[in-house]
């Protein structure tokens, strides 16, 4: 695959970054792609590794390496090297239905498990695949995928994120009819009000709705299944439901002080920020508000890192993370080897962004907000952190201990709670008589009713987007065997 000497030859090269000191200033994507020359030579750093780690995602200790979705990377690097971009895409197509979104927003688990970085660093997996994508819509080639024949079957997918899509997409190329049901006023779940706009402009999400709509999807906003669609309508008007509802419910901190004003969790501050973006480019005053304020966001993921990026440009007056494992080494440690995810130190474009403003990184390491504190009124004015030591009991269990001595009171008006989530909202669940404890163990993807299936998020919880699209897909393909098995087709 590639060049046989292509990854000693060239260095690695990743997308082009806008100037951080220049990108907090707009909400438009923070990067963009080099040459088709420039990656014509990334994929040449493909090697001919022989057993391509890449391709094949994988859980190995607790992180994912490699592509749940299966792409297969070193046939469509040697495509791109070769100059072969429309066959590049369909092979590309072959197992991603969604490049556009895995190429801006996956952490590129492939690239952790690429061979090439044992040598010196991984082959630029995620931005040619982005490239391959781009070429695609700028050429024509990505077309309505309409399928030759229906079948005269109904199914309902409720949520329209990464998950819900793919079922939707795929059901629909089986030639069922697809209903996806969202309670919000526009498609896209995540992808268009979680991931904030400069990770993914909403015109990207657009044209791909677009598509599935042309295809024959259809998409039913601002409606709540279970409020506004009732279950008993569902059961009379489908065959079969599958549930794509995300793990959407909160991890909370019980903390003193919590109940303050000037507390909100992640998902609702970016989700009001980019609903008023969207409805009227902020000037509708709709959205929790960084301007002025000292920042204090806790938790160490990719959402943390979102709220820091929207804080910026909010103009916040300064911005902390508190991300409560201790820093990481620059290089693997011996307890964290290839193919595994490298768990090491670096800058994520938010913190980037962060430190070009305020000269440092923003994270506080090892550390906890251990109370809240307010004014007379019931506003936040600070937090108070400690020192957090996370060792290991000797059955593996993480036991955390606050550091005697190490308190800090920082200055915040605005708390950002980045934790995590504790799973999927139980209402719809519960209308349906599903026990939400026991979605993660079903293989089939079905729940307790025979007819209602889960995916995604809802079923393995909070999860990276690859993983998402790859159970909306293996979902579909289960619910198409239940339905084809209760119905004669003939064509």
Not at 123 to 148: D, H, L, N
Not at 239 to 263: E, F, Q, S
Not at 356 to 385: Q, Y
Request: proline share 5%; with cysteine.
């Amino acid at each position: 695959m590639g060049k046989p000497t292509g990854f000693l030859e060239y260095k690695r090269e990743n997308v082009r970054y806008r100037d951080p000191l220049e990108r907090i200033r707009d909400w438009k994507e923070i990067s963009s792609l080099p040459s088709e020359n420039t990656l014509a030579k990334q994929a040449a750093r493909c090697m001919d590794c022989g057993v391509p780690f890449c391709q094949n995602g994988s859980l190995i200790g607790g992180m994912t390496t490699g592509c749940p979705i299966f792409n297969l990377i070193p046939e469509w690097n040697e495509l791109v090297y070769q100059g072969k971009w429309k066959e590049a895409y369909e092979r590309l197509s072959k197992t991603n239905p969604f490049p556009e979104f895995t190429g801006r927003a996956c952490p590129a688990p492939c690239e952790a498990g690429c061979v090439a970085s044992l040598y010196e660093s991984s082959v630029s997996i995620k931005s040619i695949e982005w490239a391959i994508i781009e070429k695609a819509f700028e050429e024509g080639w990505v077309k309505p995928q309409i399928p030759k024949q229906r079948t005269g079957i109904k199914i309902a997918v409720v949520g329209s994120g990464p998950a819900g899509l793919a079922c939707a997409y795929e059901l629909n190329n089986y030639g069922h009819s697809v209903t996806v049901f969202e309670r919000s006023d526009r498609v896209g779940g995540l992808l268009t009000y979680g991931i904030p706009k400069m990770k993914i402009e909403q015109h990207v999400v657009d044209r791909r709705i677009r598509l599935m709509e042309e295809s024959g999807i259809s998409f039913l906003t601002n409606v709540e299944v279970g409020k506004d669609y009732s279950i008993e309508r569902l059961k009379e008007e489908f065959d079969a439901v599958i549930l794509c509802t995300g793990a959407t419910k909160p991890r909370d901190m019980d903390v003193k002080g919590r109940n303050l004003k000037g507390i909100h969790f992640a998902m609702e501050y970016l989700h009001s920020n980019t609903k008023s973006l969207l409805d009227s480019d902020l000037k509708n005053g709709q959205y929790i508000s960084a301007e002025g304020k000292d920042v204090v966001v806790i938790g160490g993921g990719d959402t943390a890192v979102d709220c820091i990026a929207t804080a910026l440009r909010q103009n916040c007056k300064s911005v902390v993370q508190l991300d409560i494992y201790p820093k990481r080494p620059a290089e693997r440690a011996p307890d964290n080897p290839w193919p595994q995810y490298p768990l090491i130190y670096k800058l994520d474009y938010g913190q980037e962004e962060a430190k070009a403003k305020f000269g440092d990184d923003p994270r506080l390491f090892a550390t906890s907000a251990l109370e809240f504190i307010g004014d007379d009124g019931g506003r936040l004015v600070a937090v108070k952190t400690v020192g957090i030591k996370t060792t290991f009991n000797e059955k593996g269990e993480k036991i955390r201990e606050p550091i005697p001595n190490t308190e800090k009171v920082l200055s915040a008006q605005l708390v950002l709670i980045a934790i995590g989530f504790e799973g999927p909202e139980r209402e719809l669940f519960d209308q349906l008589n599903i026990d939400v404890g026991g979605l993660r163990k079903s293989r089939s993807y079905q729940t307790d009713l025979e007819n209602v299936f889960v995916a995604g998020d809802a079923r393995r919880g909070q999860s990276l987007i690859v993983w998402a699209i790859q159970e909306g897909k293996e979902a579909a393909k289960r619910c198409h065997r239940y339905v084809t098995s209760k119905v004669n087709l003939s064509f």
